[in-house]
């Protein structure tokens, strides 16, 4: 099965967890893959990996989402290589948990830049040439975060609600296109993503829970789903949460 054969597809925040087994997924069916993130020697190793595996393409360009130039740069790169721009997905994310008493205001900073501004850039960057092809998938990657809110997440939710409102919109304004728009709202993922908490109150908070996540594979198996449906079907919202085993809040 090889259904995204001559696709080239474009994935963000490829360098570990959710991004990594998207490129591998897309890669397994097919697609040729430009890996972006900011960590290039994670992204040559998978890269590599990608190659060996499967009988597509694998490219790494460095990348910071919150910079257009570099934006621009990656679906240009892109273009000149493949010739076309099939998947964006804008799964780059950052995910600073904090109570708004404790005032990250820093933090509140580059959750609005990685998580808004990084997927408009993507917007930015792959639209037009979608547009053009008259065919395109964008998937941007919110959380079931972009649904509810919870004590910490208020920053990060509102971040969330932004993508998946950027993802509404998106789909009604190109439903005539050929272009469609996929909004996947992971529940919890075991990646580095909480590694990079700083609020002593939120890691007091996580030492108390137990629960087990989803893994990374399945994340990029609905991303999968959505991209191989027929070029008629529009797979819009996709929620997918883990079987609470044990959850002692
Ligand atoms: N894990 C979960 O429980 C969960 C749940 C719901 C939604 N999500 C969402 O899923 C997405 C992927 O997260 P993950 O769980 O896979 O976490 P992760 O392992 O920490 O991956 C985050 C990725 O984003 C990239 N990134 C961060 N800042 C960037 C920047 N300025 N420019 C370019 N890339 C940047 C990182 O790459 P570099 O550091 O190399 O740049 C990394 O590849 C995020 O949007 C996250 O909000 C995750």
Known sequence: MNEL????????????????????????????????????ERLKELAEEIQQTYEVKAKVVE???????????????????????????N????MLLSFMKNDHVDEWDQMVDVNIKGVLYGIHASLPTMIEQGAGHI??????????????????????????????????????????????SPGAVDTEL????????VIDMFKNRSMEPLVADDIA?????????????????LIVRPMHKQDSE
């Open 5 to 40: 054969t001559k696709k080239a597809a474009i994935i963000t925040g490829a360098s570990s967890g959710i991004g990594k087994a998207i490129a591998h997924h897309l890669a397994e069916q097919g697609a040729d893959v430009v890996l972006a993130a900011r960590r290039s």
């Open 63 to 89: 990348t910071d989402v919150t910079n257009k130039e570099d934006m621009e740069r990656l679906v240009q790169v892109t273009k000149d290589e493949f010739g076309r721009v099939d998947i964006f997905v």
């Open 221 to 237: 198996r609905a991303v999968a789903y959505a991209v191989t449906q027929p070029e008629t079907v529009n797979v819009n919202e």
């Open 139 to 184: 998937i941007n990657v919110s959380s079931v975060a972009g649904h509810e809110v919870f004590p910490s997440s208020t920053v990060y939710s509102a971040t969330k609600h932004a993508v998946r409102a950027l993802s509404m919109g998106l789909e009604k304004e190109l439903s005539r296109s050929g272009v469609r728009v996929t909004n996947v």
């Open 194 to 201: 909480t590694d990079h908490i700083t609020d002593g109150d």
């Open 91 to 94: 799964n780059a994310g950052v």
